[in-house]
């Protein structure tokens, strides 16, 4: 990583420029993240791939007109977002983000089972799933459980699975998901609370039968 593309306005200045180097890194920085996001929404890696590519292409189109009003970041998860939701409708694997009441039946599991909103903002477990104390860290990180935690997400609403991904699986804070959604402080905690109670409750089903 090149140090003197630490902050944005360098790094904007020299892809207007059209500096290889400056692309290079852009790339190198966003290509991981940007992969692991549009698989939520289409079928498969490939597709995944080409809609990075998409992307990487818009942002180089419309870089003379990005005026800063955001950040960079958050600019060009936007411009992944639009174009993931799309091709997501168009291969029939998703829907477009919908309200904080669309497709969305509240808790999966019970309300104590978590901070309250005056104890913790985000809501964090109150109590580890059942049976996870004692279980080795090598169980708890194998490709079975994380199969499972997968499948729990894939199966989430449209707007849950966007933001437990932004929030939990890439490590954006509440201030990137609101600004990348376009959503209130209000709603993107609403939608990563409900996300997690679906995913804890898939963990505990899966260590009381699996173990």
Not at 131 to 141: C, D, M, S, V
Not at 171 to 194: D, F, P
Request: with cysteine.
């Amino acid at each position: 990583m090149l140090e003197h593309y630490a902050d944005d306005e360098t790094l904007l200045r020299d892809l207007r420029k059209r500096d290889d180097d400056a692309f290079n890194w852009l790339v190198d920085r966003y290509h991981g993240s940007l992969v692991r996001l549009a698989q939520q929404y289409v079928p498969s890696r490939a597709i995944a791939e080409e809609v990075v590519q998409d992307t990487f292409l818009a942002i180089v189109k419309g870089l003379d007109g990005f005026e800063g009003r955001s950040s960079l970041k958050t600019w060009i998860y936007r411009i992944l977002l639009n174009i993931a939701r799309t091709r997501g409708v168009r291969e029939q694997r998703t829907v477009p983000f919908a309200s904080v009441t669309a497709a969305d039946d509240g808790d999966a599991v019970e309300a104590e089972w978590f901070l309250s909103p005056d104890e913790d903002p985000n809501r964090h477990w109150r109590t580890s799933p059942q049976r996870w104390e004692g279980i080795p860290e090598e169980r708890a990180l194998a490709a079975e459980v994380r199969d499972v935690v997968n499948a729990a997400i894939d199966a989430l609403p449209a707007s849950q699975r966007e933001v437990v991904v932004l929030r939990d699986v890439l490590g954006y804070t509440s201030v990137e998901v609101c600004n990348a959604l376009e959503i209130t402080e209000t709603n993107q905690r609403v939608l990563l609370h409900r996300a997690r109670t679906r995913l804890r409750a898939a963990l505990d089903e899966y260590y009381t039968t699996a173990m």
